[in-house]
């Protein structure tokens, strides 16, 4: 299996649109058959090309959102930014039976395998729920009893992907912690006021450093750079933190 | 090009098209910048993939690790930036 | 409606040498970052090459190649190097850093030459 993922690679396969999703009014999953799908691991990514009559071609990176399976799917969130190329045709344009092409999985480092069963700290920022998301989904699925933590950095309420499902895993998995840090908007009973997550936060939420977790990291460049200078300097093994950046406005290229 | 710009991407990003000369996956590779000579992995670097091509920088010293351009058929790599990679071909994560 | 239009303020490229013998027929433009692009001389001394400086009256940021870029509207994007820092007089063309992969050394996007022949 393994060898196939590896040499696989280099194809753009054909991929059908079987689902569609909203998880909030300015993001949404799709739900894609591939042809050929080596399978992936979660943390993974792909390549999508959209390519238009006069040829001109674009393509953007997306992590896979969902578990590893072998049914041939994998499910993209994908967030419609304003002035995107590509994010407002996917979102809003997009309906069952298209097809896109992808190229994939892609990644080797920012990857999560029930294998590992040591204590892992998940760093959100925005979008970059997405692997991390697949990494919480495998874990699921694999029935792993592995210690996870979930800081999940997002503007207010409404912007939370998969809240439903990060409540009900919560609710039903003592292992699984995940706390929610608002930049603009709180809700009422939220524990502290609006605000970027910082050395406080860090040192309330996450696991304590002398437990050596492996960190994943994801999000905007710049809030990459800041959350992983802050696990850092809290005592976190700047080798076991595993970052992914989605450049300067959270959308991967 | 200071230090607050943060308009890269990273290794991760520039795996996809790594791989159409690479045969396995570079970015749980370590790389030594040859020229600051500090080796880190690949998915740390930092990863324009804007311009016309991609080119990859290292996160210590901003110098250019490597370059990859489509020229109609052709893909052309620069990795004379590194003065290595390093891969672990057993290792699975 | 309201129409707002961002304009773009420096000066023609060919102020650059106004004080300079400039008797070498090729150039490079050095930007930081170690990015380079070559140019016949004469596109820097026409009246379509710029060195831009302002963006709507403010100084040009960073993300849009401030301090300084290079503009030649005239040809593909690359050779319009963004964060110049310098300029170096040539005998002969030498290809800068993308025409060194295999991009065209002159980039005229009317003759469509956007790759090497």
């Given at each position: 299996?393994?060898?196939?993922?590896?040499?696989?690679?280099?194809?753009?396969?054909?991929?059908?649109?079987?689902?569609?999703?909203?998880?909030?009014?300015?993001?949404?999953?799709?739900?894609?058959?591939?042809?050929?799908?080596?399978?992936?691991?979660?943390?993974?990514?792909?390549?999508?090309?959209?390519?238009?009559?006069?040829?001109?071609?674009?393509?953007?990176?997306?992590?896979?959102?969902?578990?590893?399976?072998?049914?041939?799917?994998?499910?993209?969130?994908?967030?419609?930014?304003?002035?995107?190329?590509?994010?407002?045709?996917?979102?809003?344009?997009?309906?069952?039976?298209?097809?896109?092409?992808?190229?994939?999985?892609?990644?080797?480092?920012?990857?999560?395998?029930?294998?590992?069963?040591?204590?892992?700290?998940?760093?959100?920022?925005?979008?970059?729920?997405?692997?991390?998301?697949?990494?919480?989904?495998?874990?699921?699925?694999?029935?792993?009893?592995?210690?996870?933590?979930?800081?999940?950095?997002?503007?207010?309420?409404?912007?939370?992907?998969?809240?439903?499902?990060?409540?009900?895993?919560?609710?039903?998995?003592?292992?699984?912690?995940?706390?929610?840090?608002?930049?603009?908007?709180?809700?009422?009973?939220?524990?502290?006021?609006?605000?970027?997550?910082?050395?406080?936060?860090?040192?309330?939420?996450?696991?304590?450093?002398?437990?050596?977790?492996?960190?994943?990291?994801?999000?905007?460049?710049?809030?990459?750079?800041?959350?992983?200078?802050?696990?850092?300097?809290?005592?976190?093994?700047?080798d076991k933190i595993r970052t992914e950046r989605f450049g300067p406005t959270g959308e991967q290229k | 090009m200071s230090s607050q710009n943060y308009d890269y991407l990273d290794g991760n990003a520039a795996a996809g098209e790594l791989s159409k000369i690479f045969v396995m996956d570079v970015t749980a590779a370590e790389g030594k910048c040859a020229h600051c000579g500090t080796t880190r992995r690949f998915a740390e670097a930092h990863v324009y993939m804007q311009c016309p091509g991609v080119v990859a920088r290292c996160a210590g010293c901003e110098h250019v690790l490597l370059r990859l351009v489509n020229v109609r058929q052709r893909v052309v790599l620069d990795v004379s930036g590194m003065t290595y990679l390093s891969l672990d071909t057993a290792q699975t994560c | 409606m309201v129409e707002t239009r961002y304009i773009l303020g420096g000066c023609f490229a060919r102020c650059l040498l106004a004080d300079v013998k400039a008797d070498l027929p090729y150039s490079i433009f050095r930007s930081y970052g170690d990015y380079t692009t070559n140019l016949p001389l004469k596109d820097v001394m026409n009246k379509q090459a710029w060195i831009a400086f302002k963006y709507d009256g403010a100084d040009l940021e960073a993300e849009h190649g401030g301090p300084a870029r290079l503009l030649v509207p005239h040809l593909y994007l690359w050779k319009s190097a963004k964060w110049v820092k310098g300029m170096t007089l040539m005998p002969n063309d030498k290809p800068g850093f993308w025409e060194n992969l295999g991009y065209h050394i002159y980039g005229d996007p009317w003759q469509e030459q956007r790759y090497s022949e």
């Open positions: 299996m393994a060898g196939t993922a590896v040499l696989g690679i280099v194809t753009w396969r054909t991929a059908t649109v079987v689902g569609l999703r909203d998880e909030t009014p300015t993001a949404r999953t799709l739900a894609l058959a591939v042809d050929d799908w080596p399978g992936h691991v979660a943390g993974q990514h792909v390549d999508v090309r959209l390519t238009a009559a006069d040829g001109y071609s674009a393509v953007r990176s997306y992590s896979i959102a969902s578990a590893p399976s072998s049914d041939g799917r994998i499910e993209l969130t994908i967030e419609q930014l304003p002035n995107g190329e590509v994010s407002p045709y996917l979102t809003q344009q997009v309906v069952v039976g298209d097809e896109l092409e992808v190229r994939g999985p892609i990644g080797r480092w920012f990857v999560w395998r029930p294998e590992q069963s040591g204590t892992i700290q998940l760093v959100a920022g925005g979008s970059g729920i997405v692997p991390l998301m697949a990494m919480i989904r495998s874990r699921a699925s694999a029935n792993s009893t592995a210690p996870f933590r979930l800081l999940y950095s997002v503007r207010e309420p409404v912007a939370v992907w998969y809240r439903d499902e990060l409540q009900a895993i919560s609710d039903h998995d003592s292992s699984v912690t995940i706390t929610y840090a608002y930049t603009r908007t709180a809700p009422k009973d939220s524990p502290r006021p609006p605000g970027r997550i910082d050395a406080g936060l860090i040192a309330h939420s996450t696991w304590p450093p002398i437990l050596s977790p492996t960190c994943y990291v994801c999000g905007p460049t710049s809030f990459v750079e800041s959350a992983a200078g802050l696990l850092i300097a809290s005592g976190y093994d700047p | - | -």
